[in-house]
């Protein structure tokens, strides 16, 4: 199943922004899932996960700036992003089957976050 992420775009140094990824509810309730992204020219890295049971991890960069977290209603994983760094800025994708903090799911198209200083 792909991923179908949304909520990126262009947004000022300090500014905030909520990506979110929805899938099946079957796949929902079971998998740990998490966000990574590809700032330009960089390799893809785990921004944060979140296990079936709602536990999360963090990424250094990000911790005490983003949040992780799981919608039982909607079937979505949410990352929301505060006091966003230029530094913050790559491609950002859902995995939905993430394993020890290692992707074993689909990439999907990602989105585009932007911060400007």
């Known amino acids: 199943v792909q991923p179908v992420e949304s909520g990126g775009g262009l947004v000022q140094a300090g500014g905030s922004l909520r990506l979110s990824c929805r899938t099946s509810?079957?796949?929902?309730?079971?998998?740990?899932m998490g966000w990574y992204r590809q700032p330009p020219g960089k390799q893809r890295e785990l921004v944060a996960s979140?296990?079936?049971?709602?536990?999360?991890n963090y990424a250094d960069s990000v911790k005490g700036r983003f949040t992780i977290s799981r919608d039982n209603a909607q079937n979505t994983v949410t990352l929301h992003m505060n006091s966003l760094r230029p530094e913050d800025t790559a491609v950002y994708y859902c995995?939905?089957?993430?394993?020890?903090?290692?992707?074993?799911?689909?990439w999907g198209q990602g989105t585009q976050v932007t911060v400007s200083s």
């Open positions: 509810r079957s796949i929902f309730m079971v998998n740990n």
């Open positions: 995995n939905l089957d993430v394993f020890q903090g290692r992707p074993q799911g689909s």
């Open positions: 979140i296990t079936a049971g709602g536990t999360t």
